[in-house]
């Protein structure tokens, strides 16, 4: 029997009502469960203003905590930006500066902080952050940056019907079913087993990334490729991919309510920051381009949800600029951890809390080498800033995009060499510049980048690898 989307948000807020909203847990320090998803753009919620999407779970989650709307990718390509996430660093620090270039075991991370203080640390989901193969075993030790004490890991794939994780020998397991299902259910197993301890859990999804069609028949059905609306800058789109990217948003929506009523019936509510992000975002032929790397608002903004109930005021939504920078110190803050002094990121827990403390003028935009996504449209390294009003991008030797998102939120009317506004655009170049001499980033060409952070051999190897086939 087909389900109605009237039927299907019933069942969803059926159970997350907090039955353990009076219920604190014993322990003091708290806990953080956090859910990273792949290649969602943070437009792409009914909370964030989309209609068409069913994301109920996530919705209530928004009204329970705090949702920025301004929440941004720095470096909007996975490898980047999942580094960027743990270390609380740019990638010109923590050298991820391309996909599949491995994380160095040098870099301090939130987990390996929290695992010091005493914290339960789990990972479970798409790494990507170890380097070639994207099909390796991750052994126990310092290339799980900090996450020590569960790891039901798969460096990098995106079959979703076809699960495969390592646990801590190079057994690898493979399941049947949808691979966020089977992650949900891994992610209540840790819970539970952990629910006396302060954990920190990382749950990452693969999905929305593509391929947009291997998601569940139950939810394609509220999602008809003939009817879906398209965002109104696309060109050419393809409307079957578009309805699975929502399918799978609204599959993973109900993986979170999952965890979410795993948390009250444990009585955990109280006691656990939860946060819900992506890595970057999703073109989806807006502008006529596809995927991420690039700095539209579609691949660079993201969602971004906090909830801590003793922390946080419900039913929140912010413009405050954060980037993925940002999250790492911010939990740490939280959670009442020192901040590793070579984080880069902004400490923003006073403003959240508070609207008090430093807060960005503007948020640094980077992609520093061009790999499989961006050599489809001829891409190649750019920086740029965006600012609660505008987005400014070049390249090392030309300029690219300037854009007013206030009068123009879709980003079609591209002010760049524009002599009206050559003031603004000196502004905005003066601000990159300032982002450019703090993080002693010299713009450089690729090889020259390459030489310098000395990776040309990696960078080689990895692009032999892939050309040869091995990985896909």
Not at 361 to 369: A, G
Request: aromatic share 10%; hydrophobic share 35%; charged share 25%.
């Amino acid at each position: 029997m087909k389900t109605t989307r009237r039927q299907f948000l019933q069942a969803a807020g059926a159970g997350l009502t907090a039955s353990a909203l009076s219920a604190r847990a014993d322990q003091k320090k708290p806990n953080i469960l956090f859910i990273l998803v792949d290649q969602h753009r943070g437009m792409d919620l009914h909370c964030m203003g989309n209609d068409d999407l069913l994301t109920p779970n996530l919705d209530q989650l928004a009204g329970e905590g705090i949702l920025f709307k301004d929440a941004i990718a720095n470096a909007p390509l996975c490898t980047p930006s999942r580094a960027t996430l743990l270390t609380g660093k740019y990638p010109i620090a923590h050298r991820c500066i391309s996909n599949d270039l491995p994380l160095p075991t040098d870099q301090e991370t939130i987990a390996t902080v929290l695992s010091r203080s005493g914290y339960k640390t789990g990972y479970i989901g798409k790494w990507h952050l170890d380097g070639i193969s994207r099909h390796k075993f991750t052994p126990p030790g310092p290339r799980r940056h900090g996450f020590n004490d569960y790891w039901a890991v798969y460096n990098c794939h995106h079959n979703y019907f076809k699960t495969k994780y390592y646990l801590d020998t190079p057994e690898l397991i493979e399941r049947n079913g949808y691979e966020p299902d089977v992650q949900t259910d891994l992610a209540i197993e840790f819970l539970r087993e952990h629910r006396s301890n302060p954990f920190y859990l990382t749950v990452s999804y693969g999905p929305p990334h593509a391929p947009y069609e291997l998601v569940p028949e139950n939810y394609k059905v509220f999602y008809d490729p003939e009817k879906i609306p398209i965002r109104p800058n696309s060109k050419n789109p393809n409307r079957k991919a578009v309805s699975g990217y929502y399918a799978h948003i609204t599959a993973l929506d109900v993986c979170v309510g999952k965890l979410l009523r795993t948390l009250d019936e444990l009585n955990l509510r109280e006691n656990t920051i939860v946060v819900f992000t992506s890595d970057h975002g999703d073109m989806l032929w807006s502008h006529g381009r596809i995927k991420k790397q690039q700095p539209w608002e579609e691949s660079i903004n993201v969602p971004l949800i906090i909830r801590h109930p003793t922390q946080i005021k419900s039913n929140q939504q912010s413009d405050l600029l954060i980037g993925t920078a940002d999250l790492a110190p911010t939990l740490l803050s939280f959670t009442g951890s020192k901040i590793p002094e070579e984080m880069q990121g902004l400490d923003l827990s006073g403003q959240i809390l508070e609207g008090k403390g430093p807060k960005h003028e503007s948020i640094f935009l980077v992609d520093m080498l061009t790999c499989d996504q961006a050599r489809q449209w001829n891409g190649r390294p750019w920086r740029g800033v965006r600012t609660d009003q505008y987005t400014y991008a070049r390249f090392y030797d030309e300029g690219w995009v300037l854009y007013d998102n206030q009068k123009d939120p879709l980003q079609m009317d591209n002010l760049y060499d524009n002599p009206k506004h050559a003031a603004l655009q000196k502004r905005m170049e003066q601000e990159l510049q300032k982002w450019l001499i703090q993080l002693k980033d010299e713009f450089l060409s690729e090889n020259e980048l390459l030489e310098k952070l000395n990776l040309a051999q990696a960078w080689k190897e990895r692009n032999e690898h892939f050309q040869s086939g091995k990985n896909w």
